[in-house]
T-cell receptor, first 114, second 113 residues
């Protein structure tokens, strides 16, 4: 069974540009979660999508947005990039919603903002 | 509110035991434990739910003290493969449809031969 996949692996942008990160969940999973992992800060929750809708978002500015497509894959968009947006962005998927669902993580996209 | 993990780092020799703690200032509904090796994605270890239900795999155990709003991960007879950063993710309130995990900053575990 294929795991969660993310693309691209690495992304280099300059300040003010926009970045688009993509995630494909495990087959059969309907929920997709996005996390930012910056050095020394652990995993910071960004967004949760389920069945095509945004269910919850973390404490991030509106320039962090995304969507989930009918095939349950997801995109994370970061507008007006700032230097502090440099981080590893992890996507996870689960089979449903709720506290007992295990989240399976992808390998991440390393975003560098110059 | 981000849970606090302790210790921040621990170094063991193969075969030794370790305990990693995760504390929250808010009432917890569930605690999730993950391990992340350098350059790899976090891997699920364990879920502990309010009321005592526990889901997990591998030879690792954990406890969840609802009163103290704290969870502990127990690693016994450590192996080299246990090395990595351990994260706890907590969910507060009564769980449900607003499910959102808040992760601690992690505990770096190094197991030496």
């Amino acid at each position: 069974e294929a795991g969660v996949t993310q693309s691209p692996t690495h992304l280099i942008k300059t300040r003010g540009q926009q970045a688009t990160l993509r995630c494909s969940p495990i087959s059969g999973h309907t929920s997709v979660y996005w996390y930012q992992q910056a050095l020394g800060l652990g995993l910071q929750f960004l967004l949760w999508y389920d069945e095509g809708e945004e269910r919850n978002r973390g404490n991030f500015p509106p320039r962090f947005s995304g969507r989930q497509f009918p095939n349950y894959s997801s995109e994370l968009n970061v507008n007006a990039l700032e230097l502090e947006d440099s981080a590893l962005y992890l996507c996870a998927s689960s089979s449903g919603q709720g506290s007992t669902d295990t989240q399976y993580f992808g390998p991440g996209t390393r975003l560098t903002v110059l | 509110q981000q849970p606090v993990q302790s210790p921040q780092a621990v170094i063991l020799r193969e075969g030794e035991d370790a305990v990693i703690n995760c504390s929250s200032s808010k009432a917890l509904y569930s605690v999730h434990w993950y391990r992340q090796k350098h350059g790899e994605a976090p891997v699920f270890l364990m879920i502990l739910l309010k009321g005592g239900e526990q889901k997990g795999h591998e030879k690792i155990s954990a406890s969840f003290n609802e009163k103290k709003q704290q969870s502990s991960l127990y690693l016994t007879a450590s192996q080299l493969s246990y090395s990595g950063t351990y994260f706890c993710g907590t969910e507060g309130g009564s769980g449900g449809s607003n499910y959102k995990l808040t992760f601690g900053k992690g505990t770096l575990l190094t197991v030496n031969p």
